[in-house]
């Protein structure tokens, strides 16, 4: 099991600049969960979907954020125009069925805006 | 009321210490509890489910406590690796399955 898969690991952009953050959920799973996590702020929830339908986006911060679920096995977080105040830590999780199920989180997306 | 609030640390502990964690939550329609474990500059990973008859996994025992609305983490014999933040998660079942993760508490232990 590859575990949830994020991509890119590290991302440094200019403020104004488009950000797309990547996540392959675990095969199987059918709900994907998109967070951001600030020392600030902790882990908060963004986005989340189940059987690629959002079911709660009421975490977006702003009409900047959007997020995209096209199948089972694909999920992006775009960013535009990326401002400083976004840079954190962006995690992806999946889980089979949220009820009962843990959640698996991939390694996390640093995104540094200057 | 947050949703889920925890103990707000840091736990500053003794190697062989035992220490325990309370995380309380609002929802008494709650229905699955988990508590996970952050290390520094890593993802949350599971560490443990809370059952209602509680359960123990090695040095930790979980206990969760419906009628008061807590959940309980306790490690016993502390190890420098049990360095980390743990994060109470607690399920509701609203008009969907929400994932609520509390804010975390911050454990040292100290050689």
């Known amino acids: 099991d590859a575990g949830v898969i994020q991509s890119p690991r590290h991302e440094v952009t200019e403020m104004g600049q488009e950000v797309t953050l990547r996540c392959k959920p675990i095969?199987?799973?059918?709900?994907l969960f998109w967070y951001r996590q600030t020392m600030m702020r902790g882990l908060e929830l963004l986005i989340y979907f189940n059987n690629n339908v959002p079911i709660d986006d009421s975490g977006m911060p702003e009409d900047r954020f959007s997020a995209k679920m096209p199948n089972a096995s694909f999920s992006t977080l775009k960013i535009q125009p990326s401002e400083p105040r976004d840079s954190a830590v962006y995690f992806c999780?999946?889980?089979?069925?949220?009820?009962?199920?843990?959640?698996?989180f991939g390694n996390g997306t640093r995104l540094t805006v200057t | 009321r947050k949703e889920v609030e925890q103990d707000p640390g840091p736990f500053n502990v003794p190697e062989g210490a035992t220490v325990a964690f309370n995380c309380t939550y609002s929802n008494s329609a709650s229905q699955s509890f988990f508590w996970y474990r952050q290390d520094c500059r890593k993802e949350p990973k599971l560490l443990m489910s809370?059952?209602?008859s509680g359960n123990e996994d090695g040095r930790f025992t979980a206990q969760l406590n419906r009628a008061s609305q807590y959940i309980s983490l306790l490690i016993r014999d502390s190890k420098l690796s049990d360095s980390a933040t743990y994060l109470c998660v607690v399920n509701e079942k609203t008009s969907y399955d929400k994932v609520i993760f509390g804010p975390g508490t911050s454990l040292s232990v100290i050689p």
């Open positions: 809370v059952y209602s």
């Open positions: 095969s199987g799973h059918n709900s």
């Open positions: 999780a999946s889980s089979l069925i949220p009820q009962a199920s843990p959640l698996h």
